[in-house]
């Protein structure tokens, strides 16, 4: 009896969440957690339950790396963290994936690395 309340529950939760998602024109691979979705030509982030993590008002978002994700609006590209915050500010013409705790970045013509306050490293 047990099991079976158990294994109902979970085909509850999952039809539950297979609904929800349906409502997103697309939706992103997970990554650490999170997956970019896709309504109306802008994108977000939503948890595996679910829930909408950032609101859905970027051109592009990317996968998460070290905690924090690229996101893209009118043009420039910035970084947010695991609750939407955005932690870097949208200010890059160009940025990469972060490694070991930085990223390269390009601004005004001008290519350096920043840390994940978004402080250039020297």
């Known amino acids: 009896m047990r099991k079976t309340f158990f294994i109902t529950m979970l085909l509850w939760a999952s039809l539950s969440f297979a609904q929800d998602t349906k409502k997103y024109d697309a939706i ?8 970019g979705v896709k ?8 948890d595996k339950t ?7 008002k970027y ?12 996101v ?22 160009k940025v990469w994936r972060f490694s070991e705790g930085r990223v390269y970045v ?10 994940r306050n978004g402080n250039e490293i020297k």
């Open 50 to 56: 679910g829930n909408e993590i950032t609101p859905l």
């Open 106 to 115: 390009q601004l005004n013509g001008r290519e350096f690395y920043i840390d």
């Open 39 to 46: 309504l109306n030509d802008k994108w977000g982030f939503i």
């Open 72 to 93: 893209k609006l009118n043009g420039k590209y910035g970084f947010i963290d695991q609750t939407g915050k955005e932690v870097i500010p949208l200010k890059y013409d």
């Open 59 to 70: 051109d592009d978002v990317y996968v998460f790396n070290e905690g924090l994700a690229t």
């Open 28 to 35: 992103s691979d997970y990554s650490e957690g999170l997956a």
